[in-house]
């Protein structure tokens, strides 16, 4: 069983920063891939980035040039940076950890076995 906490949001002004860990607590199974999603109010949970067991990573649009998912080199801590932020990247902000990525393709929720409780991310204009 794994427990994830993320840490690290927080309100920022547009054109601002922020980085998100992602502390992951328990053995990490060794196929699984981790991402971060993020929930705006009234919509659904939409998929930021992934980096799978290989180490290689995927953005939705998007993210492409302002995000970057990493990990540390344990596996058991994985961060967002967030560069350029804007005020549409207000959310909630959580991270998964799953083993289902091929069934679902990894901005699925479906894909994920493990979730965080979030961590909230203000842009103001």
């Known amino acids: 069983q794994l427990r994830l906490v993320e840490s690290g949001g927080g309100t920022v002004q547009s054109g601002g920063s922020l980085r998100l860990r992602c502390e992951v607590t328990?053995?990490?199974?060794?196929?699984?891939?981790m991402g971060w999603f993020r929930q705006r109010p009234g919509e659904g949970r939409e998929g930021i980035a992934l980096i799978d067991s290989n180490s290689d990573t995927y953005y939705k649009d998007f993210a492409k040039g302002r995000f970057t998912i990493s990990q540390d080199t344990t596996g058991q801590t994985l961060y967002l940076q967030m560069n350029s932020l804007k005020p549409e990247d207000t959310a909630m902000y959580y991270c998964?950890?799953?083993?289902?990525?091929?069934?679902?393709?990894?901005?699925?929720?479906?894909?994920?076995?493990?979730w965080g409780q979030g961590t909230q991310v203000t842009v103001s204009s």
């Open positions: 328990g053995r990490q199974h060794r196929t699984y891939s």
């Open positions: 998964a950890s799953g083993g289902r990525i091929a069934y679902f393709g990894w901005d699925s929720t479906a894909s994920y076995n493990y």
